[in-house]
């Protein structure tokens, strides 16, 4: 009899364990399918506000040839994108959503590569850093 509780015991602690182990809170690794949109890695949808109001607005982005892309934060969790060529014609637009949590943020926009990265914002300019490639952005509004 106490060989049985001892088994019981052992196979419902392995089952306890084992369930725990599906969520990560956040700690899954980014382009997992699955969760919801920014994949299992990422944080969700939605902007999660206070604390972070020096994001919202536009930021500009200016590539080596004179494109450039417009970034748009807005306070209900949208972001808005716009690319231009160098002679400033609009050439498409997108829109997505955001989430921040620390210095993390998740950006979720159809046909990106889309899931976790990281920010730094220093006066004027705010640097986006995904998969070890950083890029500045200006403020411009």
Known sequence: MKRLIVLIS?????LLIISSCGELAGNDPEGVTGGHEGGYGSFGMGYSGEGYEFILG???HTENQGDYYILSFNSDGTLNTEFFD???SSLYSQTGTFNISG??????VEGWQTGSGTFAVEGNTMTLTKDDTSTDFQRIN
């Open 10 to 14: 052992a196979v419902f602690l392995g």
């Open 58 to 60: 536009n930021w500009q």
């Open 86 to 88: 160098a002679s400033g």
């Open 103 to 108: 210095n993390r943020i998740d950006l979720n």
